[in-house]
């Protein structure tokens, strides 16, 4: 893919900007860092500091405290950097140590891999309010379907903390500096959240190069319903099907539970035409986009609470502009863009019969229109088969919304991909 992003990599560039967002946001890296050949191995989204569907430690942020995150990469390699993000910090971030690690078991890693991390050559990152900033290479071999633990120690006051709310993976924190420290018995507390880290990559011989898949969407995105630390979502699933058919390329999940295609939301983070630059072009060799969106505006509408704003009545066409917006984009960047259709969802709060016919109306666009290079039918994948408008009761996580573990595989099964 050769888009502006990959452009100005290419030339060395230090600073990158990245509209999207509030504001400009600026990935930072050394010149040298830009050189050298780098693959996605595992992204998330930044959101704003909320409240969210669980307890979190976004709002108040974190003060003398060390952070552990945990997560499964989909690529690869000898060497691996990451990506903190301080986008809706409300001053400075300073991380003064931080480490990279493979995992061993919860929140203890294998002690032989313990690595510093450096920032422009200096173990402490200052990071300006609304940037995001990339480390320097750190010596580490990662197996694709590898966990990895990113640590950081917070020794000041960070104030609310960018996060991202829904993970379905446990994030661990104790008092005290405790980034070297290969064992699980200081970090007595957790949370299902991700705080900062939004990008590892890697690069080496091993590393692909080429075919990142990015699935784009809201909370059956993200893995709403799925089991924690089990990497069960519907991406997972996929990049687990890809390399069982011999074909591994990494797949990335730029999924927010909430999230809208058309309007901002204090909890469920900027719009998805807002926000595709940022969460899905600005990745490195992105071919492929998977996009499932569109549920919540449809939804919202239905039901009046505080957490489900902004909620205007937001018609069919308005969603397909917004889906058109999508395409464009990604066509601009040489990108291949699939649509999804949306689940059913009778039974749903959000269901009524205006609901219902705006998913069937969006559905048969998206399966008809063309506009999309390739569609992918989640609908059918996992409707009830004596009643269309409800998921199958296998598959449904209990809120007739969201599929369970069995519905993400189905959602991972129905996937052509060839057509990716």
Do not use: C
Not at 115 to 121: I, K, P, S, V
Not at 156 to 167: E, K, L, N, R
Not at 263 to 283: C, H, I, M, T, Y
Not at 321 to 349: D, F, N, S, Y
């Amino acid at each position: 893919m050769k888009n502006a992003w990959h452009l100005r990599l290419a030339a060395g560039t230090v600073a990158i900007a990245v509209v999207g967002g509030i504001g400009a946001y600026a990935a930072t890296h050394t010149t040298a860092e830009t050189a050298a050949a780098w693959d996605a191995a595992w992204s998330a989204a930044p959101q704003l500091p909320s409240i969210g569907f669980e307890p979190n430690w976004a709002q108040t942020g974190f003060d003398n405290q060390t952070v552990r995150q945990v997560v499964r990469v989909t690529d690869g390699g000898t060497a691996a950097r990451i990506t903190l993000s301080n986008l809706y910090g409300n001053g400075p971030l300073r991380i003064d140590h931080a480490t990279i690690a493979r995992t061993a078991q919860g929140a203890g890693v294998e002690s032989n891999t313990l690595r510093d991390l450096t920032f422009q050559g200096d173990t402490v990152a200052k990071i300006p309010a609304g940037q995001a900033l990339t480390s320097d290479t750190a010596g580490l071999q990662l197996a694709p379907l590898e966990s990895v633990t990113v640590t950081l120690y917070l020794a000041g006051p960070t104030g609310p903390a960018t996060f991202h709310s829904q993970a379905y993976a446990s994030t661990y924190r104790t008092g005290g500096n405790h980034v070297a420290d290969p064992a699980a018995s200081s970090f007595t507390e957790a949370t299902h959240s991700w705080y900062y880290l939004t990008d590892i990559q890697v690069s080496g011989p091993s590393a692909h190069h080429g075919g990142t898949v990015v699935a784009f969407g809201d909370s059956i995105t993200d893995g709403f319903g799925s089991t924690n630390d089990a990497n069960t979502r519907y991406p997972d699933r996929l990049f687990q099907r890809l390399t069982d058919a011999g074909t591994p390329r990494p797949v990335l999940n730029e999924g927010i539970g909430g999230n809208l295609i058309l309007n901002d939301s204090q909890w469920f983070g900027e719009s998805a035409v807002k926000r595709f630059e940022r969460d899905v072009l600005s990745k490195p060799d992105v071919d492929s986009v998977i996009v499932l969106g569109g549920l919540n505006d449809i939804g919202f509408s239905e039901i009046d609470l505080p957490t489900y704003k902004p909620n205007p009545q937001v018609s069919v066409a308005q969603l397909i502009a917004g889906h058109r917006e999508l395409i464009a984009a990604a066509h601009r960047a040489g990108v291949k863009i699939t649509g999804a259709t949306l689940l059913p969802m009778k039974g749903a709060e959000y269901y009524d019969d205006t609901s219902a016919a705006k998913i069937r109306d969006l559905n048969t666009w998206m399966r008809t229109s063309g506009e999309y290079d390739a569609v992918v039918d989640f609908n059918a994948a996992v409707a009830d088969p004596s009643d269309s408008e409800k998921l199958n009761p296998a598959f449904d996580s209990g809120d007739h919304k969201h599929p369970n573990n069995a519905g993400y595989q189905a959602m991972a099964d129905r996937i052509d991909l060839g057509k990716l």
